[in-house]
């Protein structure tokens, strides 16, 4: 993901059918909770695991990996010259650069994770395919992934200094 040197296409100058790099800053009126932590966000990837013995019976106990979880709601992306609407649900998305926060689950710690996630106020870039009719954007544009099979791209490139909680 070499999304900080590719040329960067103001909001207003994007055409549909083909593949941009968007930057802009971060705008939801809805925001998800992760579970088992209290953030709040826009958009999370999560990684957990578990420590439980070895394989082998008398192993010495490891960590294994319980599951991943992605979860959010649609975004906006807005910079000087218009909005873009990014739809993360049903399409995979690349996470670069995002807050993160790990921690550990229960009171015996036998279960942690690491989150990825972004918040209002974030500034991100885009790699992805423009359409027409985007549900929440006043252009009427959205971003999705490429109809290559590709990952949506997106690198968070500041993070707002809100709270997570």
Not at 38 to 58: A, H, L, N, Q, T
Not at 80 to 92: F, I, L, M, R
């Amino acid at each position: 993901m070499f999304l900080r040197f590719r040329k960067k296409t103001p909001i207003s100058a994007l055409d549909a059918g083909r593949i941009h790099t968007i930057e802009g800053v971060v705008t939801s009126p809805d925001s998800v909770p992760v579970p088992d932590t209290r953030i709040k966000c826009v958009y999370y990837f999560m990684f957990s695991e578990v420590y439980r013995k070895g394989p082998r019976g008398r192993g010495r106990p490891l960590w294994f990996v319980e599951g991943q979880r992605t979860g959010g709601t649609g975004f906006e992306v807005s910079d000087d010259t218009g909005t873009v609407w990014v739809s993360t649900a049903e399409q995979p998305v690349d996470l670069a650069g995002a807050a993160r926060e790990s921690g550990h689950v229960g009171k015996k710690g036998r279960r942690r994770y690491s989150v990825d996630f972004i918040r209002n106020g974030d500034t991100v870039r885009i790699r992805g395919e423009i359409e027409n009719g985007g549900t929440g954007a006043e252009s009427g544009l959205s971003i999705t992934s490429p109809q290559s099979g590709k990952a949506l791209e997106v690198l968070v490139r500041k993070i707002s200094q809100k709270d997570s909680a």
